[in-house]
Nanobody, 124 residues
Framework: VQLQASGGGLGQAGGSLRLSCAASGRPFRTYTMGWFRQAPGKEREFVAVINDNGYRKDYADSVKGRSTISRDNTKSTLYLRMNSLKPEDTAVYYC??????????????????WGQGTLVTVSS
């Protein structure tokens, strides 16, 4: 599956952003999908994951309660809505696809396809 992330940009602290990830190629609905991010000078880290039908989700503690991962299988698109943005949310955000249905994976090695990344910059 090929992935194309979009929706990044400049946001203000306390504001919101919605990232999208369009998939093409193999059936999107068969994949577990995730979001990761890499801040400047840091390693890439897990953000959120959602199972193939959208009923199960998991979040990193750093975004839990202010972010929502969702998917629209009819549009082959993954989303990440982030509210109450913080400067520490500044990072390149990547979407990724995994063939592991359960338990929901968090490790990068569990994801076999990656999008190119979209930059989110949050100003204070």
């Amino acid at each position: 599956v090929q992935l194309q992330a979009s929706g990044g940009g400049l946001g203000q602290a306390g504001g919101s952003l919605r990232l999208s990830c369009a998939a093409s190629g193999r059936p999107f609905r068969t994949y577990t999908m995730g979001w990761f991010r890499q801040a400047p000078g840091k390693e890439r880290e897990f953000v959120a994951v959602i199972n193939d039908n959208g009923y199960r989700k998991d979040y990193a503690d750093s975004v839990k309660g202010r972010s929502t991962i969702s998917r629209d299988n009819t549009k082959s698109t993954l989303y990440l809505r982030m509210n109450s943005l913080k400067p520490e949310d500044t990072a390149v955000y990547y979407c990724a696809a995994s063939q592991i249905p359960y338990p929901l994976p968090r490790a990068e090695r569990s994801f076999t396809s990656w999008g190119q990344g979209t930059l989110v910059t949050v100003s204070s």
